[in-house]
């Protein structure tokens, strides 16, 4: 079964929200451990307005970094984040190192579930751990049997654009990028650099700009403050700036031209 598939159906089945932080190049490789865009982070409704709201998306950020931290060492957690959102994290290690974790909880509304649900939460949590290890060693045992040449720039240029669609509204670094293919950062940047004529952090406004656009048009009741943060601009005036620069109006104005 794929992993995306397993994680809707858990979801699904224990009216849950599950989702998975990858850490490792085979979710980029792997058919089996690809998600959809809204499976790599926190996606209950709660959780998005929270995050959303000013000053969320920072706190997220330091308390997925701190959950990395204690997930290094193994071992199945659990606990509410900063805003009260419940979940159980078990984390995958392959040869010694963190390559996922998988989230387990019930983040449409704050507040710990009660016993039963926590146990379901946990169960599901450990099945989706073996299935994901399962398919990090079928993958590491067929990069032995059959060695890929050499990645060129086509490859990590298509990985840049994936990691960037998925993650655009969360604040994605090039240095994260470089830690999940396992090469140097520097190295990663001028790659990329050279094959689309443009940097990281360019690829990733075009991008924000790009799904602004959208959102101007196809909500148009949205305040363009809440389309700035949906898109990962956490400064209005810059949004603002970029925006101008890029269409030759502010946000208001295209959204009236339109």
């Known amino acids: 079964m794929l992993l995306r598939e397993a994680m809707r159906l858990l979801e699904t089945q224990l009216d849950a929200v599950i989702d998975c932080e990858a850490l490792h190049p085979a979710f980029a490789e792997s058919d089996a451990l690809q998600l959809s865009p809204d499976q790599y982070h926190h996606h209950g409704n709660y959780c998005r307005r929270r995050k959303f709201a000013p000053g969320g998306m920072a706190g997220c950020a330091a308390n997925k970094e701190r959950s990395k931290e204690v997930a290094a060492y193994g071992r199945e957690f659990h606990g509410c984040c900063p805003f009260g959102v419940w979940d159980c994290a078990a984390p995958v290690l392959l040869d010694g190192r963190l390559a996922a974790i998988l989230y387990v909880g019930y983040g449409r509304e704050p ?8 146990r379901a939460a946990a169960a599901a949590a450990r099945w989706l751990r073996e299935l994901v290890r399962l ?5 590491k045992m067929q990069q032995f049997l059959h060695p890929r040449k050499k990645r060129d720039e086509t490859y990590y240029l298509e990985q840049a654009r994936r ?3 998925r993650r655009y509204p969360f ?8 830690e999940m293919l396992h090469v140097n950062e520097n190295y990663l940047g001028g790659v990329i650099r050279h094959a689309a004529g443009c940097s990281f952090r360019e690829m990733l406004l075009a991008t924000r700009l790009r ?5 101007l048009i196809a909500y148009r009741s949205m305040p363009v403050g809440e389309v700035a943060n949906r898109c990962g601009f956490r400064d209005g005036n810059y949004f603002s700036t970029v925006f101008s620069r890029k269409f030759g109006c502010s946000p208001r104005d295209y959204r009236r031209r339109k």
Not at 211 to 215: G, I, K, R
């Open 211 to 215: 799904e602004a656009e959208l959102l």
């Open 171 to 178: 604040d994605p670094s090039l240095s994260d990028l470089a």
């Open 163 to 165: 990691f960037i669609d």
């Open 135 to 139: 398919e990090l060693e079928q993958w």
């Open 111 to 118: 507040g710990s579930p009660g016993k039963e649900a926590r």
